[in-house]
Each structure stands twice: as C-alpha cells, then as structure tokens.
C-alpha cells in the first residue's frame, strides 16, 4: 500500500484554523469558531465541499509549501509547466492592537508574481450548512459578497472581480490581494492594510517564540510543535481543541471516525502542562477561567468533554458527505460527552496546581475556592469503585481502569500540595486518604507473572496509558520496577521504528490497525526515565520522521507503511513530541547539544 500524508499546512489566529493544500485549495476552513459550520470542506467532499484556489489554468504546475521561520504564516510556491512561478502567502492576522489581541474572522492570501507574467485562475466557492448549499456570488465595485450565511462572507481584492466571478485566468503582473471576511468586512485600503498586517502577525508570532523556553533537543521540531498547539486554543474562552478537523479515519474502512473539534479536560491537561514547561501562562490562566464556567451535572460532576463555548450538548449526527478518500461515516458533533470517565478530576487538580504551587502566580490570581478544589476530591472519592470508559472511550465496556486510578492518584499529590499552600488540614487529610486509596487500586491491576500493570482490575490486556505510571513517577526512584512494566509494555504493543499500540485487544469496532502516535512518544519518555537514553534519542529522531512535509503529525500511523491517519494535526501527538523532547533534553542537560 502506497503512503499517505496529508498534505495540508494550518493557519490560524486563536479564533479559527484554516487547512491550506499545496494545490492552494482551502479545504477546511469553519468559522467563526473551530467547532461552526464550514465555509470550506472539500477535506469531507470534493463535490460538496467548495473550493478556493489560486492556479494556472491549465493545472499543469510543481508546488511546495513552507512556514515563514518562528510563524504560522505559511507559504505555497507554484511553478507553471513553462517555468514561470508564483508565491501564495496565506495567514490569519493576529497582533496585539489597543491593549488587546486582534484575530479578526479574516483569511489573507497575498499572491505575488516571482517569474515572469504567470497565468492564474481565482476560483472561489464558499458553501453553508455543512456543504447542502452554495452560497451565492454577488459583485460589488471592489468586492464579491456571498449570500446565504448568516454573518456577511466577502471577497474583497485589487484584482479584476469580473475574472473571478467568471472564473477567467488573468496574467499575474502585480501582487494580487484576497481577503475573505467572515461577518465584519475589511473596510480600509487593501495593499497597505494587508501588509501591515503581514508585518504585525510576523512579529507576534515570532516575539511568541522569543519567549518560550525552548529545550536544546530538536529545537525546530519543538518550535513547529508549540505554534500549532497556540492556534489550537479558542482565546476567547480559554477552551483548547483536540484537532481542527472532524471524520478523519483512525484507519482505512475502520469507521473509526470522529469529530474532534471539542475540548476534552483530559486533552487540555496534556496540553497546559506543555504550556507550562513552555514558561507560557497566558495560556493557563485563559483555560482556569474556562474551567470556571463549565457547567456540572446535578451532582456536580464533570463531562470528558465540552464545546469551546462550554456548552455540555455535543449531539453526534451522521452526515450525508462522502467522506474524505470516501471514508464512511462522516460525524458531527460527539457522543463521548455522554461517558463516564473519571480519570478527568485528577487531571483538572494537577493542571490546577501550577496556580497555588508556583510562585509567579500571585495570591489575587488564585480565583478558585475551597470548595472548588474539594468538590474535585469528592469526585474522586464518589469514583473510587465506578467503573468508566477509560481514556481511549469504549463505547460498550465499562472497566475499573489503571489509568483512571493513577489520576486519582496524581490529583490527590496534587491536592496535598495545594493544601500544604492554603494551610487546610482537612483538605490535606482527605487527599492523603484518597491517596492511599488509590495506590491500592493501582496495585490490584498488577500482575506478578509479568511484572506488570495491567489495563483494569481483572484484566489481562496491556495498554500504553500505564506507560505514564513509568512518566508520572509513580515508581518513584524503582527504576527495576519500572522496567520491568515497560518490559511487558513493549512484548505487547510496541510496533517497529519505535511506534506503538494503545491495545491489541477487540473493541466496539474490532482490533485497531494503526498505531496511536502519542503512545510512541509516551514511549520515548518512558525510555528515557529508565535511564535508556541512547535507545529515546534513536526512537526520537525515528517518530519525528512520520510528519507531513510542514513537520505537522497526526493521531494514527500505520506501521507498515509509514501512512498517516486521523485527526490532524493532532494536539495529542504534537504534546507527546514536545514532552519527549523535554524529557530528553533534561537527561542530556548540556547547554549546547543541539540536533
């Protein structure tokens, strides 16, 4: 079977994210919010997915994309059949303006001449109500206006709007201007806007990377890895995406398809333990307010799952589209936020704890109160015994799982150090208890005749989740022990190159095919924390070869091809990279080894 990557390179401002092939095509763009109706989806549907190109009109042409160094502005360089070329310069305005950040819902692209008079058609069809219907092409004196949304959609350009409208190819003999607006529209002269906006995105964002703490190790891929995260957080609530995509399969004929537009709590604990090895808190605070927000069912306890806006409502429908490389079927929204999985309340007190722990945040910025913090550990207490769905969301088993006890865990460290802060003894007493109480647990999914821990209590399945009893530290300084698990670990599931299974044991829809990516980076790290450094560093260079060409990695790989499948990008794998990366350069600790 022949490789697959995706081809797409991202744009986005923290408002939304726009998928950019190297064709020039827009093939994914929903706005205004990552998880809204699509504007553009021929990702799901050639036919009814739209388009919005820039190309030679006889589609005879080479192409590359790259970013511009430290941005998330990205390039696509198109050379005709007969030599002469082109650059498309595609970004998402954001920069700091009026003591605020101004990410308008506005796509740019700059189209510049660099040899010769090349010939270009401009084809560009918006859609609406997840591709059932085109939106309608007005011309106006500058600008083509599309009706059939319900915010205004605009096309404003210095170019001929009649070639547009009438899709004729025109010789590119100036630098050509397309800005589309979704809602408010541009209102202001177009060149010297658009290129004051380039200058000011370009040094947000490559200010943004001036003030991350970046490790030596693979500084490039690091760099590349903590941009897409940034652009993965909605800034106007705090909430942070899993991926900007939805139905993207886990594997071929897999139906394994999931819409993935969503923040899950345990997704954004990943992520905001980055940010916070990153030196960034921007990030931290905006998601704790999110957290704040969040609504709790009756008893007070949590979803694994919400929109951005905080709703609990993620109705999961199935939609008539093809599906991408007619991959069935197409969903919209996600029933995972009906499960049980109760591995999450850990999650939220250790992402909490650099708020009371860390010295930098002062006392007026710890918003959350008391009873915050012990409605978490009677969450935990109360899920103590509960079986749930575990992170990887069986849908029809129900399991007391490991991993979910190892949160319990780590919440109640974290809890404990919270209350040392606050000087709360009943606080403190309760987490050590609940501490205990989840050490046992953990211990009743050993197994002695293999040394190891398994997936739930009573089960016999590895899964690489307990690799983080190795990364979390729960062996303490029992290297032999820990060895001993990831020993088991890898007889089960690990793959070649250094990738890695979840499990190999049939779920709701069979045995999975593909590796999950941030199981192999768990993998990395755990290596490196048994003190097998030459063995992580080789497994890391190795994974960090299943990007696409703009070093942008997705859920799944195939281990026999290479292929990438999944959501993608995925916040997962880039979070796994990026803590892998740390993980080794803290062992390597030299200054100057830099690959």
Request: aromatic share 12%; net charge negative.
């Amino acid at each position: 079977m022949e490789k697959h990557t995706y081809g797409t390179g991202l744009i986005g401002n923290c408002s939304y994210i726009a998928h950019i092939e190297k064709n020039t095509n827009i093939s994914w763009l929903c706005m205004p919010r990552f998880d809204s109706d699509f504007l553009f989806g021929s990702m799901l549907d050639k036919q009814k997915g739209g388009e919005f190109t820039i190309l030679p009109p006889d589609n005879n042409f080479t192409s590359r994309q790259e970013y511009r160094e430290n941005s998330n502005i990205l390039d696509t360089f198109i050379e005709t059949a007969d030599g002469e070329a082109y650059k498309v310069t595609d970004f998402a305005p954001r920069f700091f303006n009026y003591e605020r950040y101004f990410k308008p819902s506005m796509v740019i692209r700059k189209i510049e001449p660099i040899k010769g008079e090349p010939k270009i058609k401009i084809n560009c069809h918006p859609v609406s109500d997840y591709g059932k219907n085109k939106l309608k092409a007005i011309p106006e004196s500058n600008h083509i206006q599309y009706s059939g949304r319900d915010q205004e959609v605009r096309l404003t350009t210095n170019c001929s709007i009649t070639y547009i409208m009438e899709e004729e190819a025109f010789h590119l003999q100036k630098t050509v201007y397309l800005v589309l607006t979704y809602g408010s529209p541009l209102e202001a002269p177009i060149e010297s806007t658009v290129e004051k906006f380039l200058i000011a995105t370009l040094k947000y964002w490559r200010n943004w990377v001036k003030s991350t703490s970046i490790p030596n190790f693979h500084q490039r891929l690091v760099v590349r890895s903590s941009l897409i995260l940034k652009i993965h957080q909605y800034e106007d609530t705090g909430g942070i995406i899993a991926s900007s995509t939805s139905s993207l399969p886990e594997s071929p004929g897999s139906t394994r398809n999931w819409d993935y537009r969503y923040c899950w709590m345990r997704d954004a604990y990943y992520t905001l333990n980055v940010f916070n090895h990153l030196g960034h808190f921007e990030e931290l605070e905006r998601y704790f307010e999110y957290l704040q927000n969040l609504p709790t069912d009756n008893r007070g306890r949590y979803q694994p799952l919400y929109a951005i806006t905080g709703s609990s409502k993620l109705i999961e429908i199935i939609s008539d589209l093809d599906g991408y490389k007619g991959e069935k079927p197409v969903r919209f929204g996600n029933d995972a936020y009906t499960h049980i999985q109760n591995d999450l309340y850990g999650q939220v007190l250790v992402t909490l704890l650099p708020l009371y722990a860390d010295k930098r945040f002062v006392e007026s910025e710890k918003s959350h109160s008391k009873p915050f913090i012990n409605n978490l550990l009677d969450k935990i207490e109360e899920t103590m015994d509960e079986k749930d769905a575990g992170l990887w969301e069986f849908r029809n088993l129900q399991q007391e799982h490991c991993y979910t006890f190892l949160f319990h865990w780590a919440g109640s460290c974290a809890a404990i150090k919270i209350a040392e802060r606050m000087n709360d003894t009943e606080m403190m007493e309760k987490a050590i208890d609940l501490k205990n109480k989840s050490i046992q647990k953990i211990e009743a999914c050993y197994l002695p005749e293999r040394k190891a821990y398994a997936q739930a209590i009573g089960s016999k399945h590895m899964d690489a989740s307990t690799l983080q009893l190795i990364t979390m530290g729960y062996f303490g300084d029992d290297i032999e022990k820990a060895n001993n698990h990831l020993k088991a670990l890898e007889e089960d599931l690990l793959a070649k190159n250094y990738l890695f299974y979840r499990y190999k044991h049939q779920d709701d829809f069979g045995a999975p095919e593909t590796t999950f990516l941030i199981c192999a980076f768990w993998y990395i790290e755990a290596l490196a924390c048994v003190n097998r450094l030459d063995e992580a560093m080789e497994g890391f260079e190795t994974l960090s070869k299943y990007c696409n060409h703009l070093q942008l990695f997705s859920e799944d790989v195939d281990q026999h091809t290479g292929s990438q499948w999944g959501n993608f990008p995925q916040t997962y794998s880039h979070v796994g990279l990026l803590n892998a990366a740390y993980r080794i350069d803290k062992k390597l600790d030299k200054p100057n080894f830099i690959l």
